[in-house]
């Protein structure tokens, strides 16, 4: 994009990276749920959050940086050094090994083990987690299995054998026909039949909804229009006022990576929405009186240290949270398609409010935007109270 010598060019671009991306939102939390221990899952899945906000903020400090060179090379070059993290990620994956749960859904149970060995303490956890996944998994011929190794070792002979991955495993849940297994996830999913599949697919979709009516994305991408709104007319200040939002919301994120296995997810999520809620208050409060004071000068400066508290309250909580719980409740059958399915709602919605908000903002003017987005916070709350379950601890396959 960086070299792109046309618009169209630089769409198309942008049209590549966004499906990456894409890929990227719905893949790394499942993964990492997928390769994690259950004592320290919660830590891990924080680290897509630290290091995309690590990114965002980055991507301030490049234009603000940057803003003082011309134009037609400041915008290449922030988009170009995007290059430099993609080719460090893309090396990465050559080497990393692939997921268990996958691997044990292919009936390639020896690669699975071997995976597990990697991120065990010890063989006989190893062992025991491969069980419990091939039990997950719907086999039901070794719910019995015993977790000592003797029993792993007795019941797949081949397992220490290092032996063919589909010959006397005692599982393999590939399907003849492919399309139709895809075909009937997807209908199983997107039309449940059970109570227990229904209600945790209200828990992630609601997760998605109320994340975004929070207004991040907007918080996100509009920040120096909203700060020129809140009285910085000039453009260095809009802009480093939004650089110390961003740095607001990178330094607080290891505040989640601590306690996410310590305290949980639902105390942290509670604790989390109850900050961005009083911070959306606090804007539109100020905004409100800034509509009946126009020429208040502590207007701007409240306003930043708001967003900085919407975004130091978001990070520990709701922001890494959409990604994590989806990954760790859904079922392992459909947990791919599930993911899928949550990270596209979540895109779709930000998508929606992102285009949407000069509309909106228009219309309700600062204040009465805020209002909304502080309403909504304060539905989610009762949201996430009443239906959200808590995870710390557990495995994935007795969370499913």
Known sequence: MGLAPSFWALLFGRIITGIGYGFSFMVVPL???EVSPPETRGRFLSFPELFINSGILLGYISSFCLAKLPVFISWRLMVGLGALPAIVLALGISIIPESPRWLVLQGRINEAFSTLIL??????????????????????????LASAGDAVENTYPKLHNKMSDNEEAGVNLAATDHKHLIRHMWLELLWPTTSNLRFT???????????QASGVSVLLYYSPDIFQKAGFQSGWGSLGATVLVGIAKDISIPVATIFLDRLGRRPLLLISNIGVTASLLTIAMRFSIQDIYPNSTSNGYLTIAACCSFMVFFSMGLGPMAALLPSEILPLRLRAQGMGLSTASNRLLSGILSLSFLSIFKALGAAGTFWLFAGMSSISMLFLYSFVPETKGRTLEELS
């Not at 062992?127 to 086999?139: C, F, P, S, T, Y």
């Not at 697919?201 to 994340?211: E, I, K, P, T």
């Open 201 to 211: 697919l209200f828990v992630v979709l609601g997760l998605q909804f109320f994340q």
């Open 119 to 144: 991120t065990s303490d010890h063989e006989s956890e190893a062992e025991q987690r491969l069980n419990d996944i091939i039990v997950a998994a719907g086999n039901k011929r070794h719910k019995d």
């Open 31 to 33: 993964y990492i749920a």
